[in-house]
């Protein structure tokens, strides 16, 4: 057992006391294994809970660095820790070091940077913290298998050094790696024949991934003539253990600490081992999750240091989940506080406990990309003195939004809470006491109810809880529930002082409300730095795109499906072309046609179609026109929330359509006649849901070709006209046809030259036959407020009977010149009779 031996006095240099549980059918078994442990302490017995005192020092061959190691020649002045400006941080966590190229890269970021002095944190490489907490699982369940998963560790160190290093520093390297990896086996055998492992057992174990990496990289830059040391923060880093699986720095012993390492190891540039740390009592821990963070921020404290930079693999901080948003950008800069808001909201930027090392000497962390060196990334920081001078710019008073999913409301409310002190004291303490987390707190002024939310986990522990709690109130009425909403997500705009920039909630609310989406709690601090509300979990990436185009898009994005690319419709894509830039420019407004949907095809975009090409890419990438699909598409595939589908045809099956379409949130515009003129009873329908919500329903086009005829009408209404007559000429069409109808023209030359120009509906005879007029004036009708059938209007038709029958428009076209000679004579009989021809 000399290896075991050899780990365990490794172990007690820095471990005063170390406790092993194990199974008591073990005793004898584990006894003699660790027989050599308790050579100078014969007097202590096995026993459940044992502790063990220190044992002798560790060989020559340790792992950790030492502190008589220092040159004579170095003087005095120099083996003082100087702080401040001159110190730079950076942390590389386990992506950055994973693999030998990317070691080197790290190397030549570090060398690069003209501080004058760098401290560089590293974690363990990639997945390989992962596997040590594995090995533990496998050898406390007692699986032999933890064998070879270390010999796996070793075998991905080993490789990694042969490809960056060489010479004595390869030599060196892997006689420290196979000498922990011996160590590590006797630990692991240890903990196999116990069935247990203490937590300090396991941190001491896993922390050896910093250990090599931190090692590996030192030498990596000493090789190119860099003067460098690597640090165990172990030896300096002083924790104190919470209640809460955190951990709080001991500041004043590890500044002392870190000045007595540094005077037995001066150097302009220090590699240190992230995550780990020690006890006051010198038992190895760590920083928990997230840890190496934690560890840049607290040397950069202790350091003094100008900046601290964290390097990852994402060009920053975002303003939202890019899975989520695709649109989302990155922010140049956060205040502190907004960083810890976006990250307790689930956001991907730091744990709030690193930036609070920082924040009390105001260094500023940099978020960079490690693979785009280009991308400047994200400063945090103290807010810009010069923030007044935007603030009527919302954007930069919401900095960002986050979301939380998997959450229940719980809705305690009744009567008898009102004015009754203790109440909501109560309701949290038997929260407490099954130990469930409360993400967010609603509570009304008027006391009637606390509604709260819980990851949906926990609710069931929290509803019982609570049950038992108020059981005689609840029986006698004075608590009228204990209600469980199910199925929540969370949604938090985030921003410095913007609770207090007029207009930001607004804004916020506004956009959800357009969106369709239902707030079902809201909860706001007098922080001022987030405004968060509870929505339905299949609304929470809908209402996060909403707020985020709101605030980073323009005042309103909209996607578009344009159906019917005909004269109408194609005429509208060309003007859409022409006039995007305009409207987002001039009046902020954002539109993406994302489908254009024609009879027998349709073309799709997720990003938005190209306007310029739009009928080229018809041709090339066109589907099999298909509704629900194109609309599916449109509404609910991609980032933009508000959707508008523009009706260019004058199909009544497409009308037949937009009453699902408005209930489903999409906004409908169209001068098809068809939906207004069609029975009664869906007319009013469609006119009902439209004031019920936010969805608009714009049919301007349907009467007097698109001049503000409607929303004049509607205004006369609504402050409370009365229409006593309406006169005009209905139908363009019918007026050009009877002003050219002249000059001894052939009738059907002059409604082809109509229908060729765009002037008669897609098919003349809705014209000729009147039906178009009966139609708008319908509309008008309706819109005044009588209540009237297509059938009630009187109509004269112009088409020939014989032709009320052809199949189709191109069919009537052909067929109607055999009754020119009808049209002129009725000409010419209504002239000599001094009238004029008309419908």
Not at 254 to 261: C, D, F, H, I
Request: charged letters at 20%.
């Amino acid at each position: 057992m000399a290896s075991f031996s050899a780990a365990v006095a490794q172990f007690s240099r820095v471990s005063p006391t170390l406790t092993l549980l194990h199974s008591h059918s073990h005793d004898r078994l584990f006894h003699s294994q660790c027989r050599p442990f308790f050579l100078s302490r014969p007097s202590h017995s096995l026993r459940k809970g044992l502790t063990l005192p220190r044992g002798r020092e560790a060989p020559s061959t340790t792992v950790r660095a030492s502190f008589t190691d220092v040159s004579p020649s170095v003087s005095l002045e120099e083996k003082q820790l100087p702080k401040g400006e001159t110190w730079s941080v950076h942390k590389f966590g386990g992506t950055c070091v994973g693999t030998s190229q990317r070691i080197k890269n790290v190397a030549d970021i570090i060398l690069k940077d003209d501080s004058e002095r760098k401290l560089v944190v590293v974690s363990a490489m990639s997945k390989v913290t992962d596997m040590m907490y594995d090995l533990i699982h496998k050898a406390q369940s007692r699986d032999e298998s933890y064998i070879a998963a270390l010999d796996a560790v070793s075998e991905k160190h080993s490789a990694t050094a042969h490809d960056i290093l060489d010479g004595d520093n390869l030599a060196s390297f892997l006689s420290k790696l196979h000498h922990d990896i011996s160590n590590l086996k006797a630990m692991l055998r240890a903990i196999y024949i116990a069935g247990h492992a203490t937590e300090s057992f396991t941190d001491f174990v896993v922390g050896h991934g910093e250990l090599w990496s931190a090692q590996m990289l030192s030498l990596v830059i000493t090789k190119n003539g860099a003067d460098c040391k690597w640090m165990d923060t172990r030896d300096v880093l002083i924790v104190n253990p919470t209640g809460s699986n955190q951990v709080d720095p001991d500041y004043l012993e590890s500044e002392q600490r870190l000045e007595k390492w540094y005077s037995l190891n001066p150097c302009k540039v220090i590699i240190a081992t992230g995550f780990i740390a020690s006890t006051p009592q010198n038992i190895p821990t760590t920083l928990k999750r997230d840890g190496s963070d934690f560890s840049a921020a607290i040397m950069g404290a202790l350091f003094k240091a100008r900046q601290v930079t964290i390097w990852t693999d994402v060009d920053g901080v975002y303003s939202a989940d890019p899975r989520k948003v695709s649109e989302a950008v990155i922010l140049k800069t956060l205040s502190y506080q907004e960083a810890w808001e976006m990250s307790y909201f689930g956001a991907n930027v730091l744990h709030p406990r690193t930036i609070i090392p920082v924040m009390r000497y105001g260094i500023p962390i940099m978020i960079r990309n490690i693979f785009n060196l280009s991308a400047p990334g994200t400063k945090i920081c103290h807010p810009s003195v010069n923030d007044h001078e935007d603030r009527q710019n919302l954007q930069n008073f919401v900095k960002g939004f986050a979301t939380i999913d998997n959450l229940a409301l719980v809705n305690v409310e009744g009567t008898g809470m009102a004015g009754v002190p203790g109440t909501a004291s109560a309701i949290f303490g038997a929260v407490k006491d099954v130990g469930a987390n409360v993400i967010m707190i609603s509570q009304a002024s008027s006391e009637h109810s606390v509604c709260f939310a819980v990851p949906e986990k926990e609710v069931k522990a929290v509803a019982e809880a609570l049950q038992s709690r108020f059981r005689q109130a609840l029986d006698n009425g004075r608590l009228s529930q204990v209600a469980v909403i199910p199925n929540c997500s969370i949604l938090a705009a985030v921003g410095q002082k913007m609770a207090s920039t007029p207009g930001v909630s607004a804004s916020l609310f506004n956009a959800l409300a357009k969106a369709n989406i239902n707030v079902r709690a809201i909860a706001q601090g007098c922080s001022e730095y987030n405004i968060t509300v509870v929505v339905k979990r299949e609304d929470c990436i809908k209402a996060l795109r909403a707020v985020h185009s709101r605030f980073y898009l323009s005042r309103t994005t909209i996607a578009m499906g344009i159906i019917g690319p005909g004269l109408i419709g194609s005429t509208l894509l060309d003007q859409l072309r022409d006039q995007a830039s305009t409207l987002k420019e001039e009046f902020n407004i954002d539109l993406r046609v994302m489908g254009i949907l024609g009879s027998k095809s349709m073309l799709l975009s997720d990003v938005g179609i190209d306007l310029a090409r739009w009928r080229e890419l018809r041709e090339e990438r066109g589907e099999v026109a298909n509704v629900e699909k194109f609309v599916q598409h449109v509404h609910g595939n991609h980032f933009i929330p508000n959707t508008a589908l523009v009706d260019c045809t004058a199909d009544s099956a497409i009308a037949g359509y937009y009453y699902d379409w408005l209930r489903k949130g999409i906004h409908v515009v169209t001068p098809n006649k068809k939906a207004n003129s069609g029975p009664l009873d869906q007319y009013l329908k469609l006119r009902a849901l439209q004031r019920q919500s936010y969805t608009h329903y714009f049919y301007e086009a349907t009467v007097g070709a698109g001049l503000p005829i409607v929303s004049t009408l509607r205004g006369l209404l609504e402050t409370g006209d009365k229409i006593l007559q309406i006169e005009g000429i209905f139908s363009g069409t019918l007026s050009y046809i009877f002003n050219n109808f002249k000059d001894g023209r052939a009738f059907s030359e002059v409604v082809s030259e109509a229908k060729e120009a765009g002037y008669t509906e897609p098919d003349p005879r809705d014209d000729l036959s009147g039906t178009d007029v009966a139609r708008k004036v319908i509309i008008l009708a309706r819109e005044s407020g009588l209540k009237l059938e297509l059938s009630n209007i009187p109509v004269e038709s112009l088409v020939p009977e014989p032709l009320r029958a052809c199949a189709s428009a191109q069919e009537f076209m052909q067929e109607l010149p055999k009754f020119d000679q009808e049209f002129t004579k009725k000409q010419e009989d209504a002239e000599n009779a001094g009238e004029v021809s008309k419908l």
